[in-house]
């Protein structure tokens, strides 16, 4: 037995439910044709007893009415030793049993091994010819002139038809036990059963053998995968994929093109981040080689406030790095807490007022709705600082900076706007990329391409969409569109 036998397999499943369905469509196909079998025997037999009742009857009659109640009394005992004799001959045939075997014999019953009565009554109800059956009742007569009775005796069913002459005067009656409807249902069972012994087994095996081969490309598949390089993420092939398996094969190449995605990404932002820390820490080294060599004074203050902007450069980028790679390890945020916008907005323009003033700059929030976020308030105060802190930077000094939020078909859109030189329209798109920088602003303002990427990440975790937009007036606008089920009103002006 191999290893993995017991582990859950497709092609023993689909055996297994086949081969289930298929034995209770066989038993219950046994069971219909050995009840048909039976009803079309019974209704034969009972043909054939009403056939026999009737010409004895006819037969005794005419012997009565000549005088030969002897012979009258012989053809009805005649007759019915002939009946038993013969369906003995069926109890006592070696038969395969629906479910016995080949030695079992039905032994005959008790008195004498009786399998038939056949007797005549008159209209009184007294016996005229023959042996009438002992557990027979007068009750069972019914009206009209011939009728037929089912009555249980000595473990046996017995079947009693009974005819009677025009006037009514006399009455036959011909009891015949269940031995050849239980011989006919036993030999119709036992037939199909030897077929179904010899059917199951091969279709078992026919069904093994097409399910095997119908599982093959998924063995194909399997393998072919189970060959890649670990780096090779290409998209599987989908030719000879089974229809039934494509819808998988179709997501896994999806999910392979999104790690394929995520570790360009991941390289990206790494040679980035290295090229980005290399120059603030050789700044670092050249500035910290001069303060140590200085020997005047002033130079010595200049060179270390040098200094100190790179450490607080690279202290920022340091920061914002460790902020995206623990957003990059978020999933999308599901819990229920609510943050009052108003109240990030002053936290964060609390944070950010003093370079807003040695700018000149006004920062004004302009609310058309007073709302709650479905978020945390550290994410939300995050977003809105790299928002503002991004528009005072590129602000135009004595300008001004406006957070304002409305509603556009249930959607809420959080917008932040400045007044500075805008970005090119060809640069748009990629302002949420990391590292990226407008070559304009990056030649006369410093920064680290990481602000933006921020927002858009929390936006993402957020199920939220931003996008950025020159404004006519001159000056950018940046629009975080929040979907229905993250945002609640709390007062609308």
């Known amino acids: 037995m191999q290893p993995g036998f017991w582990k859950p397999s497709l092609s023993r499943r689909l055996l297994a ?29 009972d043909a054939w007893q009403f056939m026999v009742a009737s010409d ?13 109640l002897n012979d009258a009394w012989l053809t009805l005992e005649t007759t019915r030793g002939l009946e038993n004799s013969w369906l003995n001959s069926f109890t006592n045939t070696p038969r395969l049993l629906f479910f016995g075997r080949q030695d079992i014999r039905f032994e005959p019953p008790k008195k004498g091994g009786v399998a ?9 109800g007294k016996v005229l010819l023959g042996k009438p059956m002992p557990e027979f009742r007068s009750t069972w007569e019914a009206p009209g002139r011939q009728f037929i009775r089912t009555l249980r005796s000595d473990g046996h069913e017995w079947r009693v038809a009974s005819v009677a002459d025009e006037d009514g005067r006399y009455r036959i009656f011909v009891a015949q036990r ?17 077929l179904q012994l010899i059917v199951i087994p091969l279709v078992m095996v026919a069904l093994w053998l097409g399910i095997w081969r119908g599982l093959r490309p998924l063995s194909r598949l399997g393998r072919q995968i189970a060959s890649r390089q670990p780096g090779n993420l290409q998209p599987v092939p989908l030719k000879g994929v089974p229809r039934e ?8 190449n999806r999910l392979l093109e999104r790690l394929r995605a995520t570790l360009e990404s991941e390289r990206a932002f790494t040679a980035n981040a290295a090229h980005e820390l290399r120059n603030p820490l050789a700044a670092m080294r050249n500035l910290g080689k001069v303060v140590s060599e200085g020997k005047d004074l002033e130079e010595i203050r200049r060179f270390g406030r040098l200094l100190e902007r790179s450490m607080e450069r690279m202290s920022r980028l340091l920061s914002q790095l460790l902020h995206l790679a623990r957003l990059d390890a978020a999933a999308i945020d599901q819990g229920e807490r609510m943050t ?3 109240e990030a907005v002053e936290e964060c323009v609390a944070g950010i007022i003093g370079e807003a003033e040695r700018k000149k700059i006004e920062i004004a929030y302009r609310p058309r709705l007073e709302v709650q976020l479905r978020m945390t308030p550290e994410l939300l105060q995050m977003l809105l600082a790299n928002l503002l802190g991004n528009a005072v930077k590129y602000g135009k000094p004595g300008g001004r900076v406006t957070v304002r939020t ?9 917008e932040v706007l400045d007044d500075g030189p805008g970005v090119a329209e060809e640069q748009l ?3 949420f990329e990391r590292f990226y920088r407008v070559s304009e602003a990056s030649r006369n303002v410093e920064g680290t391409g990481l602000g933006l990427a921020i927002v858009g990440r929390i936006a993402e975790l957020h199920e939220a969409q931003v996008i950025a937009s020159n404004r006519k007036e001159g000056g950018l606008r940046v629009t975080v569109d929040f979907p229905p089920h993250r945002w609640r009103l709390v007062k609308e002006r």
């Open 340 to 342: 009052v916008l108003r």
């Open 406 to 414: 409305r509603r556009e078909k249930r959607h809420l859109l959080l």
């Open 17 to 45: 439910i086949v081969a289930a369905s298929m034995v209770v469509a066989v038993v219950f196909v046994v069971y219909s044709v050995l009840r048909q079998a039976d009803h079309e025997a019974e209704e034969v037999l």
């Open 56 to 68: 004895l009857l006819r037969n005794a009659l005419i012997m009565m009415r000549e005088k030969r």
């Open 116 to 124: 038939a009565y056949i007797w005549l009554i008159s209209r009184d």
């Open 429 to 431: 798109p990629r302002l």
């Open 178 to 194: 269940d031995d050849l409807r239980t011989y006919i249902s036993r030999e119709i069972g036992s037939h199909l059963l030897h």
């Open 245 to 252: 398996v494509l819808p998988v094969v179709e997501e896994l």
